[in-house]
């Protein structure tokens, strides 16, 4: 199982981003993929949750702002970020469901830094 | 939303030690636990799932427990490759972190 994150950098509060995880390893339509982000030096929050069937979920401080979404042709999950807020400066990691809810294998991380 | 709070925040340890680390829910997340292991500079790696099933390719020095709304985590025979940060996650509603044990040497 391999998990490649891209897309990160510096971006302005208001503007848009698009990350993109490439998977390979496993049948990658089989299985929902999570982001999941970590600010500097703190812990670990969940952002966004796509089904095997493109049914979505969002943590309330994404909803609206955030969507998730998938090309299993392509074996490969994005997140676009709009209207984006220092606050959500982090590292944004990718990750395989495990089907209860956890996490079994995840990316390195992308860094998304947002300032004026 | 469920709140998982996670204790020690930071830990000292000395070589060949057991260590312990607890999480505990806002309430019952009927053992839909997940432990994960974050190395500086990484990213995190399962460890433990369903409280107590330990993820393929993990030591069987690590091992996990617990019910209800409390759980913990267990390090026999502490190495220097296990410094790291551990975290617990909540799947029992939505998921949910615990704010991370740091785990250091003596």
């Known amino acids: 199982v391999q998990l490649v994150e891209s897309g990160g950098g510096l971006v302005q509060p208001g503007k848009s981003l698009k990350l993109s995880c490439s998977a390979s390893?496993?049948?990658?339509?089989?299985?929902?993929m999570h982001w999941i982000r970590q600010a500097p030096g703190k812990g670990l929050d969940w952002v966004a949750y796509?089904?095997?069937?493109?049914?979505?979920v969002y943590a309330d401080a994404v909803k609206g702002r955030f969507t998730i979404s998938r090309d299993n042709a392509k074996n490969t999950l994005y997140l676009q970020l709009n209207s984006l807020k220092s606050e959500d400066t982090a590292i944004y990691y990718c990750?395989?469901?495990?089907?209860?809810?956890?996490?079994?294998?995840w990316g390195q991380g992308v860094m998304v830094t947002v300032s004026s | 939303d469920i709140q998982m709070t996670q204790s020690p925040a930071s830990l000292s340890a000395s070589l060949g030690e057991t260590v312990t680390i607890e999480c505990r829910a806002s309430?019952?997340?009927?053992?839909?636990l997940a432990w994960y292991q974050q190395k500086p500079g990484k990213s995190p790696q399962l460890l433990i799932y369903?409280?107590?099933s330990l993820h393929t390719g993990v030591p069987s020095r690590f091992s996990g427990s617990g019910s209800g709304t409390q759980y913990s985590l267990k390090i026999n025979s502490l190495q220097s490759e296990d410094v790291a940060s551990y975290f617990c996650?909540?799947?029992?509603?939505?998921?949910?972190f615990g704010g991370g044990t740091k785990l250091e040497l003596k």
């Open positions: 369903n409280a107590n």
């Open positions: 996650q909540q799947y029992y509603n939505y998921r949910t």
């Open positions: 309430e019952d997340i009927y053992n839909g």
């Open positions: 390893g496993f049948t990658f339509s089989s299985y929902g």
């Open positions: 990750a395989r469901s495990a089907g209860a809810g956890y996490f079994d294998y």
């Open positions: 796509i089904s095997s069937s493109s049914g979505t």
